[in-house]
């Protein structure tokens, strides 16, 4: 592992919401982010899923394999989502069969060349970067449902001062005892059932030199969401989904979500 910046912006799912994605490159970009990061599920929910690769490359953002982009890349049948509510599955099935019809064979070879995960060290501080969890591609780790514990666990069964995920959409972060840190950096493709249409990304700073954690702070995005809604609909894709950019209301991949981060929302 080589040393790597001190300023970090993380990137969660893209969903294929390339506004929010050239919105959040330049905000980060504009302050200070050294180095850019996806954590990937580059496709899904949104439209036109090959707007979101030359974004990338041209940004020069590092990118891992998550669940979406490992189906594309293989052409499974299915996301590899982890949902098992009919509904979930049913939305689940006709994101991926769209994105998969409008994902350009160039761009799965070039999912498939993504790595599964991706480390660096800065000031001592070790960081491995996931999509669902370090054990698990398409793992759900909860606020409200994963403990303390089990997080110090990953960490140290993974040999690592800092885990960053994504998977859940939510953005949440814990200290771990010892000072690590676990954070999950949130999703740029669709809001996080908070009511709110701006989109969300991590900046960690890597200033300590005595060990201690990176400082997250979690950053919104505003983008041009009306513009997205309605290529959304100009794509066919489901009404429901259309309802949650403009919202900010999740209407669909309700039944995963846990009692406490169910009762945040509207549904």
């Known amino acids: 592992m080589s040393p790597e910046p001190r300023r970090i912006a993380v990137f969660g799912g893209i969903y294929s919401n390339h506004l929010a994605l050239k919105a959040a490159i330049d905000d980060a970009t504009a ?48 996301c590899q989502c982890g ?20 994902t350009h064979e160039r761009w799965r070879r070039w999912l498939g060349r993504l790595p599964g995960g991706i480390r660096l060290e800065v000031n001592g501080t070790r960081v491995l970067m996931c999509h669902g969890s370090p054990r698990r591609r398409n793992e759900f780790l909860w606020e409200s449902a994963t403990s303390t514990q089990f997080l110090a666990h990953l960490a140290r069964e993974y040999e690592t001062d800092v ?14 005892p010892g000072g690590g840190l676990f954070a999950n950096v949130g999703v740029l493709g669709r809001p996080a059932n908070d009511g709110r249409t701006d989109v969300w990304y991590t900046l960690l700073d890597f200033d300590a030199t005595d060990g201690t954690p990176p ?53």
Do not use: K
């Open 83 to 102: 949902y098992t509510d009919p509904r979930d599955n049913y939305f689940a099935r006709l994101s991926y069969q769209y994105t998969f019809r409008n």
């Open 163 to 176: 885990v960053l995920a994504t998977h859940t959409g939510i953005p949440w972060q814990r200290t771990l």
């Open 31 to 78: 302050r200070g982010a050294e180095a850019l990061y996806c954590l990937g599920d580059l496709g899904a929910f949104g439209p036109h899923p090959d707007r979101v690769f030359p974004l990338l490359i041209g940004a020069g953002v590092h990118v891992l394999r998550g669940n979406y982009d490992d189906s594309i890349a293989r052409g499974l049948d299915d």
């Open 215 to 267: 400082a997250a702070e979690f950053v919104p995005v505003a983008y041009d969401h009306d513009r997205l809604a309605q290529e959304m609909r100009d794509e066919g894709l489901p009404e429901e989904f259309v309802e949650t950019i403009l919202t900010g209301w999740w209407t669909t991949c309700l039944e995963v979500l846990p009692a406490r981060e169910r009762a945040r929302g509207r549904f």
